[in-house]
């Protein structure tokens, strides 16, 4: 109504599996939509103390992604793509943390997760690629997680 000049509609979103809000809100304002970041931590909160699911943050980007290419549609879609976020861990993330600590506390509370699969994210735990855990190989050494095979088998699709 106010920017009638928005050629597209961007957004950064950390939900479920599914970005149905974002592509209806494209739909009513007739304008494509993008994802500028989406993704999912590899640190399972559900878990206490919290583990590293590398099949749980596999599974949900892939639902993430599928969800988007659905919406890939010239004639009734508005998705354009998204760029995933990120490529590797943030050891620096959490608060009253440093680059030489990777916490498996805190981090972000995203409660718009999906409940059944997610409680929290922590942003510590976002990449693509792992660092070394013993901090020995790092920041060097890149440990390419399950979601990278995930990521790389459907967009070869």
């Known amino acids: 109504k106010y920017c009638t000049d928005v050629d597209i509609y961007g957004a950064n979103m950390y939900q479920s599996r599914g970005f149905s809000g974002l592509w209806n809100t494209a739909k009513r304002i007739d ?3 993008y994802l500028t970041e989406f993704g999912c931590d590899a640190l399972d909160s559900r878990e206490k103390p919290r583990v590293v ?5 596999a599974e949900f980007v892939r639902k993430q992604w599928q969800n988007i290419s659905a919406n890939h549609n010239q004639r009734t879609g508005t998705s354009l793509g998204g760029i995933y976020f990120e490529w590797l861990d943030e050891w620096w993330k959490a608060p009253h943390d440093d680059t030489f600590t990777h916490t ?3 981090g972000w509370d ?3 997760f999906d409940s059944g699969t997610r409680e929290s994210g922590n942003e510590e735990w976002w990449g693509i690629c792992a660092q070394s855990e013993d ?3 790092s920041p060097l050494y ?3 997680r399950k979601l990278y ?3 790389k088998e459907l967009w070869n699709e």
């Open 31 to 33: 304008r494509p939509a």
């Open 110 to 112: 995203a409660p718009t």
């Open 53 to 57: 699911n590398e099949e749980l943050q």
């Open 104 to 106: 498996y506390e805190g």
């Open 149 to 151: 095979y995930a990521l």
């Open 135 to 137: 901090g020995k190989d």
């Open 142 to 144: 890149r440990h390419l």
